[in-house]
């Protein structure tokens, strides 16, 4: 089942524009982390944050976790037409030897020039 | 460094035959390995997972089974496509769960005719 929910589904911006996209969950986690995928192919991770963290960054990106309202939020900014792809949260509740992620349904992210 | 390789790319198959798709894992050793499924327009569903040799968990029932006869190599399987198999196939590794992320291959195409 899809722990994760995205939002926006879509969302177009132009370039150098900020984009924000919102993701929730249900249950308790370990760590939640946010990947990009290119039309039709794999996925790319971006950015991982424990459950004990509240923010972090990575070049362009921002993320920020509250675990209380089971919401994080990944910020890009002065975004690039580069940047258009979809971008998935994954939640790991694992506690077990694997890490079993659970993807929400993404956001689809269109940069303009 | 590790890297990950899947295929083949696309595939197209009849309903009734078989299907093999094959994931394997270069530069790291003991890695979990996994298989998701990804519907159009949506998240990751989580197929299979292997801690190690031998030792498949499958996360939904299915028509699909998974092997995976050495380290690095992982297999997922069907003896009789169904119409319902297509989708965008995954196959990732990771290390210590609730510390590193998922490394994901290129993924497959397939469609069921």
């Known amino acids: 089942s899809q722990q994760g929910e995205e939002d926006p589904q879509a969302l177009s911006i132009q370039e150098g524009e900020n984009a924000t996209m919102n993701c929730s969950y249900k249950?308790?986690?370990?760590?939640l982390q946010w990947y990009r995928q290119n039309s039709g192919r794999g996925l790319v991770h971006l950015i991982l944050?424990?459950?004990?963290?509240r923010e972090k960054h990575s070049g362009r990106l921002r993320v920020t976790l509250d675990t209380s309202k089971k919401s994080s939020s990944l910020l890009i900014t002065a975004s690039r037409a580069a940047d258009t792809a979809s971008y998935f949260c994954?939640?790991?509740?694992?506690?077990?030897?694997?890490?079993?992620?659970?993807f929400g349904t993404g956001t689809r992210l269109q940069v303009t020039l | 460094s590790q890297t990950i390789h899947q295929w083949p790319a696309t595939l197209v198959q009849p309903v009734g035959s078989p299907l093999s798709l094959e994931c394997t894992v270069e530069?790291?050793?003991?890695?979990?390995l996994y298989w998701y499924r990804q519907a159009a327009g949506r998240g990751l569903q989580l197929l299979f997972y292997?801690?190690?040799?031998?030792?498949i968990s499958s996360e939904v029932p299915q028509n699909l089974s998974a092997s995976r006869p050495q380290d690095r190599q992982f297999i997922l399987s069907s003896k009789k496509l169904l119409l319902s198999d297509s989708g965008f196939y995954l196959c990732?590794?990771?290390?210590?769960?609730?510390?590193?992320?998922?490394?994901f291959g290129q993924g497959t195409r397939l469609t069921v005719v």
């Open positions: 249950t308790s986690i370990n760590n």
């Open positions: 292997s801690v190690g040799i031998g030792q």
């Open positions: 944050i424990r459950s004990n963290e």
């Open positions: 530069g790291t050793s003991n890695p979990n």
């Open positions: 994954a939640t790991d509740s694992s506690t077990g030897t694997a890490s079993k992620l659970t």
């Open positions: 990732d590794w990771s290390g210590v769960p609730m510390w590193t992320e998922a490394f």
